[in-house]
Protein backbone atom coordinates (compact mmCIF):
# COMPACT_ATOMS: atom_id res chain seq x y z
CA UNK A 1 0.00 0.00 0.00
CA UNK A 2 1.33 3.28 -1.04
CA UNK A 3 1.40 6.51 1.93
CA UNK A 4 -0.68 8.92 2.30
CA UNK A 5 0.25 12.08 0.30
CA UNK A 6 0.00 15.68 1.45
CA UNK A 7 -3.25 17.85 -0.62
CA UNK A 8 -3.06 20.61 2.01
CA UNK A 9 -1.08 22.25 4.41
CA UNK A 10 -1.00 25.08 6.62
CA UNK A 11 2.20 26.94 7.87
CA UNK A 12 1.67 28.03 12.23
CA UNK A 13 3.39 30.57 13.81
CA UNK A 14 5.41 27.86 15.53
CA UNK A 15 7.30 26.31 12.84
CA UNK A 16 4.64 23.48 12.93
CA UNK A 17 2.48 22.69 9.74
CA UNK A 18 -1.33 21.26 9.21
CA UNK A 19 -1.39 18.65 6.81
CA UNK A 20 -4.09 17.48 5.18
CA UNK A 21 -3.63 14.30 3.04
CA UNK A 22 -5.29 12.22 0.05
CA UNK A 23 -6.69 9.61 2.47
CA UNK A 24 -8.46 12.25 4.62
CA UNK A 25 -5.89 11.92 7.86
CA UNK A 26 -5.22 15.64 9.20
CA UNK A 27 -1.97 16.06 11.33
CA UNK A 28 0.49 18.55 12.68
CA UNK A 29 4.19 17.95 11.29
CA UNK A 30 6.85 19.91 13.29
CA UNK A 31 9.46 21.40 10.79
CA UNK A 32 12.03 23.09 13.75
CA UNK A 33 14.28 19.90 13.65
CA UNK A 34 14.60 20.57 9.72
CA UNK A 35 15.59 24.38 9.75
CA UNK A 36 19.38 24.24 10.28
CA UNK A 37 22.25 25.00 7.66
CA UNK A 38 21.93 27.36 4.76
CA UNK A 39 19.58 25.89 2.59
CA UNK A 40 16.93 24.82 4.94
CA UNK A 41 17.83 27.66 7.10
CA UNK A 42 15.96 30.09 5.19
CA UNK A 43 12.89 28.36 6.73
CA UNK A 44 13.57 30.78 9.99
CA UNK A 45 12.17 33.71 7.74
CA UNK A 46 8.39 33.49 8.49
CA UNK A 47 6.73 35.13 5.79
CA UNK A 48 9.51 33.13 3.64
CA UNK A 49 8.14 29.81 6.04
CA UNK A 50 4.74 30.52 5.24
CA UNK A 51 5.07 30.14 1.66
CA UNK A 52 5.01 26.27 1.81
CA UNK A 53 2.69 24.67 -0.90
CA UNK A 54 1.41 20.89 -1.34
CA UNK A 55 2.10 19.87 -4.72
CA UNK A 56 -0.40 16.30 -4.35
CA UNK A 57 2.74 14.62 -3.26
CA UNK A 58 4.69 16.12 -0.58
CA UNK A 59 5.23 19.52 0.66
CA UNK A 60 7.56 22.90 -1.02
CA UNK A 61 9.24 25.96 -0.97
CA UNK A 62 9.81 28.66 -3.73
CA UNK A 63 13.25 27.81 -3.75
CA UNK A 64 13.34 24.28 -3.58
CA UNK A 65 12.80 23.04 -0.26
CA UNK A 66 10.84 19.89 0.51
CA UNK A 67 10.30 17.34 2.98
CA UNK A 68 10.36 13.59 2.26
CA UNK A 69 6.49 12.45 2.28
CA UNK A 70 7.59 9.85 4.88
CA UNK A 71 8.85 12.12 7.10
CA UNK A 72 5.48 14.14 6.54
CA UNK A 73 3.11 11.36 7.22
CA UNK A 74 5.20 8.91 9.70
CA UNK A 75 6.86 11.79 12.09
CA UNK A 76 4.04 13.44 12.17
CA UNK A 77 0.89 13.66 14.76
CA UNK A 78 -2.97 13.58 14.92
CA UNK A 79 -4.72 17.30 14.40
CA UNK A 80 -8.41 18.48 14.05
CA UNK A 81 -7.17 22.21 13.47
CA UNK A 82 -7.29 21.80 9.96
CA UNK A 83 -10.44 23.87 8.57
CA UNK A 84 -12.37 23.49 5.47
CA UNK A 85 -12.12 24.71 2.14
Known amino acids: MLRPTVIKA ?5 YKLL ?4 NGEKKSFDVTPYIKGSWFGKLHDKPYFSSVKANGFNIEWPDGQDICPDDLYYNSVEST ?3 RI
Not at 19 to 22: I, K, N, S, W, Y
Open 19 to 22: LEFD
Open 81 to 83: DIP
Open 10 to 14: IPKDN
